[in-house]
């Protein structure tokens, strides 16, 4: 079954209004259809006589050894789409091995979160996403939460100044939680109260000094995503980012912005190897997560895939999404000649349409 097989059945289960959440983007969701469109830009020009037949695609990452290259970006409200939630997100995570980056707007509290990624691994990589907030008492709140729960990295989202206008849910009137659901990382702290669709308090008077606050106020690594611009990727590092996130969060912000693979090779050269560079929005196959890594991609995120793999078969869904992309990704590095990840090089990626326009 491919990914987007997947997203149908899921269609099939959830109700309009959820499904148009997940599926939804900003504007007229041009960055939402470009994400995915780039992908088919590029293709790979393998390397022959040079594989092997053993292959190694585990990576490493702040905080976490991942067996495959691809982990779990940060989306919320997982309750809305399955009863078990963030739980078998999580457990499905660890059981495959990745990355699961849980957010402030869960609908379980990250120590549930890292207590059922625990049921199936005994370390398993849990990272806390969150928005900073111009009142550093409320972001030092939010990242206690998460060290106290054990996550192992930080992600800041910076691409959400003021929340982005999904034209989707402003049609379907879709602006609270149902009843009984909940940001649970929101309770107690200032916002617009945890059952609202956008809980969090965005603010875009955040800037770079807020970030080096963060970084400073915790002993985990803070990776920043949402990076687009080859500058903004330097001041990351330069304010103590640990890694980059090349993304525009699935084209549910600026709906004028790039596809977030065209941007990944600025980004990869100005960074140039100081911190892992990653990339999410629109990768649905492995041979996707070939080109992203590239392109300098240390790893990919997934974000819609993992929604539609839990509304349509709960954790086995999101354990199948991962391990078809591991596997798919794995295949794609075999037919590359490579028997690693960093065996995939910027060469081997051209314009589709032909190795002259590159
Ligand atoms: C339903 C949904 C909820 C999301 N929630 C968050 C969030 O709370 N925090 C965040 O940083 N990104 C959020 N994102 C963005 C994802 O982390 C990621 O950037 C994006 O989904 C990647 O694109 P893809 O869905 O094409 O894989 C969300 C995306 C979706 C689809
Ligand atoms: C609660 C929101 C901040 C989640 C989000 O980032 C999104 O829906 O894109």
Redesign the pocket.
Known sequence: MTLRELRHRARKVLGPIPYD??AGGAGEERVLAD?EKAFDRYALLPRVLSGSETRDTAVDLPGARQAAPVLV????FHRLVHRDGERATARAAAAEGAVLVT???ATTAVLDVVAAAREAAPRPPVWF?LYLHPRGEVTRALVWRAEDAGCTALVV?VDSPVFGRHTRDLRNGFTDLPPGFAAENMRGLPGAGPDALTPIPMSPAVRWPDLAEAVRGTSLPVLV?GVLHPDDAKLAVEHGAAGVIV?N??G?QCDAVPAAVDCLPAVTEAVAGRVPVLL????RRGSDVAVALALGASAV?????V?WGLAAEGETGVRRVLATLRDEYDHTLALCGGRRNADLTADMVVRNGGAGAR
């Open positions: 959440y997940v994400n970006a940060p989306t919320a957010g402030t707007a996403q989202t995503k993304s969060h699935g549910r999410d929005g629109g990768v995120g997934v974000g819609r895939p929604v």
